[in-house]
């Protein structure tokens, strides 16, 4: 299938095209995605706040993938995806931020989906590992079990993120909005709490309620929080404040 994709801000304008084939066994058992994309960004900075000028950000994007059905209950998949991009990386509203212009990102994915007869229900695992040119090394583990109640389908689910920080992230000084004064050698610095080292934990649950043959509600509610000291295998950036957030969605789609 191909893409093509345009979105536009005061600030910045993203054009992107993408393409992907995917090639299935006679029996649909076995099933191989291959995939490109591309995005040309443009960013806008506002006039007066920003410290710079219009720049550009390109990127070419790749997949392939493997999902196989191992029994009447049991499928796995699994992705490799790997971008390279080119071009303004930085934050432009902040004088210390200055990031390299290119960054190579890797991850892979892994999925196994189980179906359990005896409840009916349906329990959804994920793994994720992820590196890149910045020396961002994350991993991301996510655990849903879905339950259908009758006609309703209850879905609990957990996500459990940990992540090292980039070689340029540096603390900022507790209490103030100041970054600490640095040797920049190489001239690459950033205190973006997105590029420091920690862990995060995300709970929530997800209901859906038909209406009728075709039409159905769902809502869903997630819980996220992150500290520094809850990075596994290593200490957490000591300057990230514990950060909380809640998220509330609701939808209503129609089924062809």
């Known amino acids: 299938g191909l893409g093509v994709a345009y979105s536009t801000e005061d600030d910045y304008e993203s054009r992107a095209l993408s393409a992907d084939l995917r090639l299935s066994t006679d029996d649909n058992n076995t099933t191989i995605t291959l995939g490109t994309g591309y995005t040309d960004d443009i960013i806008k900075p506002n006039p007066g706040s920003s410290v710079a000028s219009d720049e550009a950000k390109r990127s070419n994007d790749f997949i392939v993938g493997l999902t196989q059905v191992l029994t009447r209950n049991d499928i796995v998949q699994v992705n490799v995806t790997h971008a390279r991009g080119r071009g303004f990386y930085s934050d432009p509203y902040k004088f210390l931020d200055r990031r390299p212009s290119e960054r190579d990102q890797t991850a892979l994915l892994l999925r196994w989906n189980?179906?359990?007869?005896?409840?009916?229900?349906?329990?959804?695992?994920?793994?994720?590992?992820?590196?890149?040119?910045?020396?961002?090394?994350?991993?991301?583990?996510?655990?849903?079990?879905?339950?259908?109640?009758?006609?309703?389908?209850?879905?609990?689910?957990?996500?459990?993120?940990?992540?090292?920080?980039?070689?340029?992230?540096?603390?900022p000084i507790?209490?103030?909005?100041?970054?600490?004064?640095?040797?920049?050698?190489?001239?690459?610095?950033?205190?973006?709490?997105?590029?420091?080292?920690?862990?995060?934990?995300?709970?929530?649950?997800?209901?859906?309620?038909?209406?009728?043959?075709?039409?159905?509600?769902?809502?869903?509610?997630?819980?996220?929080?992150?500290?520094?000291?809850?990075?596994?295998?290593?200490?957490?950036?000591?300057?990230?404040?514990?950060?909380?957030?809640?998220?509330?969605?609701?939808?209503?789609?129609?089924?062809?």
């Open 114 to 171: 189980r179906h359990f007869d005896s409840v009916g229900g349906t329990l959804r695992t994920s793994w994720r590992s992820y590196r890149d040119s910045f020396d961002v090394r994350a991993g991301t583990l996510g655990l849903e079990w879905a339950q259908p109640i009758r006609t309703v389908t209850v879905t609990p689910s957990v996500r459990l993120h940990t992540q090292s920080a980039a070689s340029f992230y540096v603390d």
């Open 174 to 256: 507790p209490g103030t909005d100041v970054p600490p004064v640095v040797s920049l050698d190489p001239p690459f610095y950033s205190a973006d709490h997105r590029l420091s080292a920690f862990g995060a934990i995300t709970a929530g649950i997800k209901v859906v309620v038909p209406l009728g043959r075709s039409w159905a509600i769902d809502a869903k509610a997630d819980y996220y929080e992150q500290r520094g000291e809850w990075r596994v295998g290593g200490d957490g950036s000591p300057g990230l404040a514990p950060f909380k957030a809640q998220f509330y969605q609701v939808g209503l789609y129609y089924r062809f």
